[in-house]
């Protein structure tokens, strides 16, 4: 069974690899047949509604290759972040190799730019509740799911051209 302390550990360094742009290494982290989910909604069924983000391990890579590999213009300059993590939990898995951890996040987003670019040098914060479906594969935990609830997901996201 993962314990809280372990689980805390775990997200911390994945906030990190996200916070210092290591996109290739924070995608390491996912197995094979990973989903990462920011819904709208998060009580309905993700392929019946409308999602910010809705991304099977293949469209996962194909975020963080645009990311690390192209010329973004939404990200260029790119966005800073801090993330913090907290009120870690942890439940049973499905089976013996996996385990249900929830936890609260806060993300500081800043994304420098030119004088008169709307949205640009100016601080945001987002609040989420995040759910993650940890499953070990070869002696190392990694994410099955990774659900980010945003507080204000039925709001009008500017921008969010960075990953959550």
Same mark, same amino acid.
């Given at each position: #069974?993962?314990?809280?302390? @372990? ?8 906030? $990190? ?9 924070? @995608? ?11 819904? #709208? ?7 019946? /509604? ?11 890579? +194909? $975020? ?5 590999? /192209? ?9 800073? /972040? ?14 013996? +190799? ?11 987003? #800043? ?17 989420? $509740?995040? @759910? ?33």
């Amino acid at each position: #069974m993962l314990s809280v302390e @372990e689980a805390q550990r775990f997200l911390v360094a994945e906030a $990190r690899l996200l916070d210092e742009r290591r996109f290739e290494e924070w @995608e390491q982290l996912f197995t094979d047949d990973a989903v990462y989910w920011v819904p #709208m909604d998060p009580d309905r069924d993700p392929q019946q /509604t409308v999602s910010i983000v809705y991304d099977d391990r293949r469209r996962l890579h +194909e $975020r963080v290759y645009r990311l690390t590999r /192209t010329p973004v213009l939404d990200q260029n300059p790119p966005s800073r /972040t801090v993330r913090l993590v907290g009120n870690v939990e942890v439940g049973p898995g499905e089976g013996p +190799e996996e385990a249900q951890v929830r936890c609260n996040q806060l993300i500081a987003e #800043m994304r420098p730019g030119g004088p008169g670019q709307a949205g640009l040098n100016n601080p945001r914060w987002l609040a989420a $509740r995040c @759910e993650y479906r940890l499953r070990r594969v070869d002696g190392s935990w990694r994410i099955a799911l990774k659900k980010v609830v945003l507080l204000d997901a039925d709001q009008p996201q500017y921008n969010l051209s960075f990953i959550p």
